[in-house]
């Protein structure tokens, strides 16, 4: 019995190998490469030095890479491991998208007559709403839009 066991256990393995799911490394390679960085390795609390863009732009190519193997996933696991994909993803951009709304800060710059930014004119702080003031004023504001001047011939 155990000589029989032993000459079919072979043939018998490869059998189940083929059934077991892929692993991700398989359909996406290098994917644990993609959080080896300091990014997904320490806390946001520990991150002295505060290097935002650099954490963000490590998140997004993470996520952009994810998404680029996210057809080859769904063609070749399981539907579970799909599901898992999908979360890891949702929440890897969830993640990105603090980052960039809550610690990388956007410079506004005041527009000039011609309606061109103006980099030499920062905007400053705009002041406090008055109550019951529902709009704001000046250049610097992104929903104020100058009208274009036709070009003189």
């Known amino acids: ?77 399981e539907p579970w491991q799909l599901w898992l994909y999908q979360k890891l993803l949702s929440q890897l951009d969830g993640y990105t998208l603090d980052i960039r709304e809550n610690l990388i800060e956007e410079r506004r710059f005041e527009l000039s007559d011609e309606v061109k930014v103006d980099f030499t004119r920062p905007c400053t702080p705009a002041a406090p709403r008055q109550v019951g003031s529902t709009t704001r004023s000046g250049s610097c504001n992104p929903k104020v839009r100058r009208s274009i001047k036709p070009r003189s011939a």
């Not at 059998?15 to 990014?39: H, M, Y």
């Open 1 to 77: 019995m155990r000589r029989r066991f032993d000459a079919s256990w072979p043939a018998l393995q490869r059998e189940i190998r083929k059934a077991a799911a892929l692993r991700i490394d398989d359909v996406c390679p290098g994917f644990q490469t993609l959080f080896s960085s300091r990014t997904f390795q320490e806390p946001l609390e520990e991150g002295t030095d505060q290097a935002w863009i650099s954490r963000y732009d490590d998140k997004r190519g993470a996520s952009m890479a994810i998404r680029r193997h996210l057809p080859a996933v769904e063609k070749c696991c």
